[in-house]
């Protein structure tokens, strides 16, 4: 059983900053990417950032330069640092890995959602 556990949203201004954390347990042999997602109300979940085992990274053009992604691989952990947050970047953001287990079976797997809103 593998769980993937989002903690760090919550209520920030416009310009301020917020730091996303994710952490996966269980039966994990490899972790070949992490990401964060987000969910605005009303549109389609995108994809924010993405990084994969050996640190390669991906980003939506709306967060690029403000949002960094990073994560220990001794930990299973992924981080989103988000600066210069905007009232766009208000939505639930969510946490995927693709994990390999210890029966070497491949899956998808997502965190339950944590709440950014910013708003003066």
């Known amino acids: 059983q593998v769980q993937l556990v989002e903690s760090g949203g919550g209520l920030v201004q416009p310009g301020g900053s917020l730091r996303l954390s994710c952490a996966a347990s269980?039966?994990?042999?490899?972790?070949?990417?992490m990401g964060w997602y987000r969910q605005a109300p009303g549109k389609e979940r995108e994809l924010v950032a993405h990084i994969t085992g050996g640190g390669s990274t991906e980003y939506a053009d709306s967060v690029k330069g403000r949002f960094t992604i990073s994560r220990d691989n001794a930990k299973n952990t992924v981080d989103l640092q988000m600066n210069s947050l905007k009232p766009e970047d208000t939505a639930v953001y969510y946490c995927k890995a693709v994990i390999i287990d210890h029966d070497y079976r491949n899956g998808d797997y997502w965190g339950q959602g944590t709440r950014v809103t910013v708003s003066s």
């Open positions: 269980g039966s994990i042999f490899s972790i070949p990417a």
